[in-house]
Every structure is written in structure tokens, then in C-alpha cells.
């Protein structure tokens, strides 16, 4: 086999061994990438996850219209010139959607469409495009990959370099951004690798849209529908968190009724939440659009004092690589702040 990953045992959060990725020497190809996603070779808890989950950043420093990089839309455009960049060097049978036979398997396999098939239908890709303003005229591309995906860090890097360069087009703006300034790729340190903190308040703020279920134009007004945004997003973190995992090598064995039970007992406030519309362009032409709704700002969670600690690592995962649906598109990317409240007596 192209890859090995030590055993993992199904331990308690605060009991057993971390689980690490141990990579393949050479970059597998699309059939093997897909026998190994779809069958796991170890088992892991949240820890074992946090413990194992790798991360670096491809950040590109752009000349371009700062204030359209905060557009929601924009990371999809950017996506989109990669993904065309990437056709361009791929197999013919990803061409067709079908396992790459290349050895490593093509890029277009890896972050686009790899996942098609039916073993692995709805597995999220193991990349995601982050977007910045630095100012006036300048911007921040940056392309988060993780576990099995950063075997293709060169590949991906040279697409997004060339696709960058040769222009990002948005909402009728003729190359937003226009050329790349610095590029580099860094390791990212997370506070994964740290303890669970102690905390029982989460304040939760997206800075892109959250795209739930409920993010329809049915179910965007009353406040009850507000609360099941809520729970869409906390039923989320743990389905990111089993993506993950996949791409570590791993399956995520957790006490599913144990987490059921703590998100049932969270108290949200979600009066400062805002609804977001706009519309994707499915082409560099921006002759067709798709609309697309979510929610920005802040969501409060109240944890309680005797709060799982499996619920503050789900937290811990999705701020770093981001939860919800249409995650391609830059969505469902937040900033957590985990705080413990004092006693009243004191």
C-alpha cells in the first residue's frame, strides 16, 4: 500500500496514544486516493484528530481592488480560474469525472472532482480558498490544505499562481485581482495541539457566509428558523470533523449520543446574525449566476460549566478549516473565542 498511518484506538478524550499521519513517500494516484479515503486504515477520537490534523497555508500577496477580496463571491471566482488552470494539465479520464490513473493523480482529481463517485459522494476536497483585503489596492489569496492534499501543494501552488496572474474577474470588475507580489507556503501551528481550554461561553464570528440546510429563502425569518440555523451549524462541526478525518487516513469514532446530548444543552443567542445574499457566477463572463443566502456575525453559544469538552474541539476544528455546506466557495469560515465566565459569588 502507498500510504501508511499507525493504528489508532477508539480511546477516551483524556486516555490513549495520538494518532499521526504518517504520508506516502510518493503522491498516489486517483484509484489509489480513493481506496484509501473510503477505507481508513486507523480509528481516532477528537483528540486523536486534533492531534493528527495537519495544515499549511499557500498565501499569494496580490495587487488588486482590496475591498472586492471581502466580497462574498469572490473566493469562488477564485476557485473557478484555478479549477481551469487545473483542466488544462489533467488526465482525460478526470476530464470525465472518472479516477485519474496518473500516479500522483492530477490536480483536477484532488481538489475538484476526485469525490465524484459514488464510494465518496459528498466528501469535501482537501483544500479551501481564503481571501483577504490588505489594503486599497491589495489582497490575500490563501489556499489552506490539509492531510492527504498537501502531496499536491506544488501543483496546486503552480495553478493558482498562473491563474492569479492572468487575472480574477467578479461582479463586472475586470481583473480584481491582477498579479501576484510575494508567494510563499508556511506549516501552520493550530491550538489543536494544545489542551482543551476551560471555557463555557463561545462566541462564534463568521466572517463568511454559513451555508446550512436551513439557508433557503424559506427558512430565513421567523425565529424558529433562526434556532434551526443553529442547530445546523453545531450538527455541522461534526460532519466536517468526519471529512477530515478521511483525508488523514483516519475514521472518527465518537459517542454519538454523548454529543447529541451537549448540543441539546447549548443556549444560543442569535439576534446578531445577518442574513447575506448574493450571487455566484458560474463563469468568468458573469453571464450566469447562481444566488447563494447565509448568515454572517456573531453566534453565542452558552456551554454551561460541566461542558463536554468534545464540543469545544469540533469548535476548535471547524475555525481552522472552516463547516457548513459549499465550503469550495469559501464559505462557513469563523473566528472563535472560548471564554470562562466567573462565578457570581465572587
Known amino acids: 500500500m502507498p500510504f501508511d498511518a499507525p493504528h489508532a484506538h477508539h480511546q477516551s478524550l483524556h486516555e490513549g496514544p495520538v494518532t499521526h499521519l504518517t504520508p506516502p513517500a510518493i503522491a498516489p494516484s486517483g484509484v489509489e486516493l480513493t481506496h484509501l479515503l473510503a477505507h481508513p486504515q486507523g480509528q481516532c477520537d477528537l483528540e486523536g484528530l486534533a492531534a493528527a490534523i495537519s495544515m499549511q497555508d499557500l498565501a499569494f500577496e496580490c495587487e488588486g481592488d482590496g475591498q472586492l477580496a ?44 476526485g469525490q465524484s463517485n459514488k464510494q465518496m459522494a459528498g466528501l469535501a476536497c482537501p483544500w479551501l480558498v481564503r481571501t483577504d483585503s490588505t489594503g486599497a ?26 491563474a492569479l496572474e492572468r487575472g480574477i474577474n467578479l461582479a463586472g470588475v475586470k481583473s480584481a485581482c491582477q ?12 491550538p489543536l495541539q494544545d489542551p482543551v481550554p476551560t471555557a463555557n461561553r463561545a462566541l462564534v464570528h463568521f466572517t463568511t457566509p454559513f451555508h446550512g440546510a436551513a439557508s433557503t429563502e424559506e427558512l430565513m425569518d421567523s425565529p424558529s428558523d433562526q434556532a434551526t440555523v443553529g442547530s445546523q451549524f453545531l450538527s455541522s462541526l461534526l460532519s466536517r470533523a468526519e471529512d477530515i478525518a478521511r483525508w488523514h487516513g483516519l475514521s472518527l469514532a465518537v459517542d454519538r449520543q454523548t454529543l447529541d446530548d451537549a448540543f441539546a444543552s447549548v443556549q444560543m443567542t442569535m439576534d446578531a446574525l445577518d442574513v447575506s445574499e448574493w450571487n455566484r457566477a458560474i463563469s468568468q463572463s458573469g453571464t450566469a449566476r447562481i444566488p447563494m443566502r447565509g448568515h454572517t456575525g456573531l453566534l453565542q ?28 466557495f469559501g464559505l462557513g469560515r469563523y473566528e472563535l473565542f472560548l471564554t470562562a465566565d466567573q462565578d457570581s459569588s465572587c
Not at 481551469?84 to 470525465?96: G, P
Open 70 to 113: 471581502q466580497h462574498p463571491a469572490f473566493p469562488a471566482a477564485v476557485r473557478q480560474v484555478i479549477g481551469s488552470e487545473l483542466m488544462s494539465t489533467a488526465s482525460r479520464e478526470a476530464l470525465a469525472g472518472l479516477p485519474c490513473p496518473w500516479g500522483p493523480a492530477c490536480g483536477l482529481h484532488v481538489f475538484f472532482n
Open 137 to 162: 489596492n491589495s489582497m490575500r489569496v490563501t489556499l489552506r490544505l490539509f492531510g492527504l492534499g498537501q502531496l499536491w501543494c506544488n501543483s496546486l501552488g503552480e495553478a493558482a499562481h498562473r
Open 179 to 190: 498579479g501576484v507580489l510575494i508567494r510563499s507556503v508556511d506549516r501552520l501551528w493550530s
Open 301 to 328: 453559544l452558552q456551554l454551561g460549566p460541566a461542558q463536554d469538552p468534545a464540543l469545544l474541539r469540533l469548535l476548535q476544528i471547524g475555525s481552522q478549516l472552516h463547516c457548513g455546506q459549499d465550503l469550495a
